[in-house]
């Protein structure tokens, strides 16, 4: 809760506004996973605007050796997976859907795997769904509008702007099996990706 409330803070020098809808889909009783898409470092403050509370993510581990952004993710809780080791990202993965059901907490992952400020979304990662499934949680998914009309870090380009992140219904997962684990992919996948154009105020 204090990085929360520091991190909120930044968007203010970086003159940056947010406008959330949906919170009360995180009202749910019990663990989910919580999924979104993945822009930049900028995420962070979208994040802070929206984190719910019991509520860890998913980095990759490269991001602990990230200076100070590793220092305070590390902080946060956030759980590093090795994603060249799929042997050790699956140990980690069965260890999370344990931790996440006995202690009560929310996993939050981007399921594109890397940043990508291209106004659309990359094929999403199953890993995320998988581990949704194996729990029976609900997956909540979570768009963020695209940055690209104010950040673009090839062009050099960063101005002031307003991001608008929207939470969604939660999509339930009892009685699903592995069988059902595509399906359910290619569903949050569509379903956010039709978000992400309607909050960009681009077609479909």
Known sequence: RIIKNVVKTFKYFFGLKFEVKGLENFEVEGPAIIVSNHQSILDMMGLMEVLPDNCV??????LMYAGTVGLIIYLGGVIFINRKSTTSAKMVMAEVAKTMTADNVKVWVYPEGTRNCTGDLL???????????????????VVYSSFTTF???KKNLFTSGKIKVEVL?????????????????????HTMRETLFRLSGRPS
């Open 57 to 62: 993510q998913v980095g990759k581990k490269e």
């Open 123 to 141: 094929p999403f990662k199953k890993g995320a769904f998988h581990l949704a499934v194996q729990a029976q949680v609900p997956v909540i998914p």
């Open 151 to 153: 950040y673009n870090p």
């Open 169 to 189: 219904p939660p999509i339930d997962t009892k009685g699903m099996t592995s069988d059902d684990v595509t399906a359910l992919t290619d569903k949050c996948f």
